[in-house]
């Protein structure tokens, strides 16, 4: 079975010169890929005018909810009490998102109620990843 959890959530998109822009994002996890969480933005909120989507660790969305995380592409912390700032790199450019922490949070609870941390089934979704990669060669 496939579980599939989504949760809008609102963000502001922070621009070089320090503008904040409200963009609309889908928070998204299924069982088909559970270490994973992804976040969907609408083509308005792309610079090429295509839906984006960011996958990355469940386990690196925990952890910058408490404090600095993330190395590479995606790099998450916390911004006062409230607020967790998103950050993304990318070979276009960098994004910079202020998402409300109470929604995340609650999005990560939703996603730990589907799949508890540790009771991840890797082996399947290795196995998928393989196929998905080599097809039957």
Do not use: K, N
């Amino acid at each position: 079975m496939d579980i599939s959890l989504e949760q809008p959530a609102r963000a502001l998109l922070i621009t070089a010169d320090g503008e904040e822009l409200p963009v609309s994002a889908t928070l998204r996890y299924t069982v088909a890929d559970p270490l994973a969480v992804h976040i969907d933005f609408p083509p308005e909120a792309a610079l090429d005018g295509e839906c984006v989507t960011w996958t990355f660790g469940r386990a690196l969305l925990e952890a910058g909810l408490r404090g600095p995380a993330g190395s590479g592409d995606v790099h998450i912390w916390p911004c006062g009490r409230d607020r967790t700032i998103l950050e993304f790199h990318s070979p276009y450019g960098l994004a910079l998102l202020q998402f409300r922490t109470p929604a995340l949070r609650r999005f990560l609870l939703r996603t730990y109620a589907v799949v508890a941390s540790g009771q991840e089934d890797v082996g399947a979704a290795v196995d998928r990843g393989l196929s998905a990669l080599f097809g039957s060669v």
